[in-house]
T-cell receptor
Framework: DAEITQSPRHKITETGRQVTLACHQT?????MFWYRQDLGHGLRLIHY???????NKGEVSDGYSVSRSNTEDLPLTLESAASSQTSVYFC????????????FGPGTRLLVL | AQSVTQPDIHITVSEGASLELRCNYS??????LFWYVQSPGQGLQLLLK??????LVQGIKGFEAEFKRSQSSFNLRKPSVHWSDAAEYFC???????????FGKGTSLLVTP
């Protein structure tokens, strides 16, 4: 069955370190998204991609970057981790239509000390 | 600006009672509307979606939602709640100009015996 996976599931890091969160989908979807989930804020869009070599900034993109070198993967990099980036991160993917369902990964819980 | 509002942060219902979770949106055109559910420690799962046609849509797990354009609402309902329905519920809106979703802040549902 097609799926979307995230790794690691839990991560503890220190401020100032670079961190990369992996997202891999086997749906063959063109669209991929990264969200962060914080209490009282719901899910907020960080970055998204509509295809290979396409990346776009979302609502809360400062301090984050993504690159899309193939269809299956959209890694999220925190260039210099900050305590404000402690959060739960979700990756999602969807097919190329606004009506299509976004399928979510299980999430990565990141703690920045 | 686009916005999605879920007025109720927490809702408590008794098992077997009916449920209605509210969602209001602010969009210029006809939006694409989604309800997702998140069980503790899990990713998000689609319950149902609306993009055209019959304004009453049926979803999984016995949920339904009704699109009311005049009220800019897409409320989620269930006639009889089960203890396993305890979770976080998110309303989300998309539109023709892109594939990213705008999420509400969520409603946490507690089911009492």
């Amino acid at each position: 069955d097609a799926e979307i996976t995230q790794s690691p599931r839990h991560k503890i890091t220190e401020t100032g370190r670079q961190v990369t969160l992996a997202c891999h989908q086997t749906w063959n979807h063109n669209n991929m998204f990264w969200y962060r989930q914080d209490l009282g804020h719901g899910l907020r869009l960080i970055h998204y991609s509509y295809g290979v070599h396409d990346t776009n900034k979302g609502e809360v993109s400062d301090g984050y970057s993504v690159s899309r070198s193939n269809t299956e993967d959209l890694p999220l990099t925190l260039e210099s981790a900050a305590s404000s980036q402690t959060s739960v991160y979700f990756c999602a993917s969807s097919d190329s239509s606004p009506q299509e369902t976004q399928y979510f990964g299980p999430g990565t819980r990141l703690l920045v000390l | 600006a686009q916005s999605v509002t879920q007025p109720d942060i927490h809702i408590t219902v008794s098992e077997g009672a009916s449920l209605e979770l509210r969602c209001n949106y602010s969009y210029g055109a006809t939006p694409y509307l989604f309800w997702y559910v998140q069980s503790p420690g899990q990713g998000l799962q689609l319950l149902l979606k609306y993009f055209s046609g019959d304004t009453l849509v049926q979803g999984i797990k016995g949920f339904e939602a009704e699109f009311k354009r005049s009220q800019s609402s897409f409320n989620l309902r269930k006639p009889s709640v089960h203890w396993s329905d305890a979770a976080e519920y998110f309303c989300a809106v998309g539109e023709d100009s892109g594939y990213a979703l705008n999420f509400g802040k969520g409603t946490s549902l507690l089911v009492t015996p």
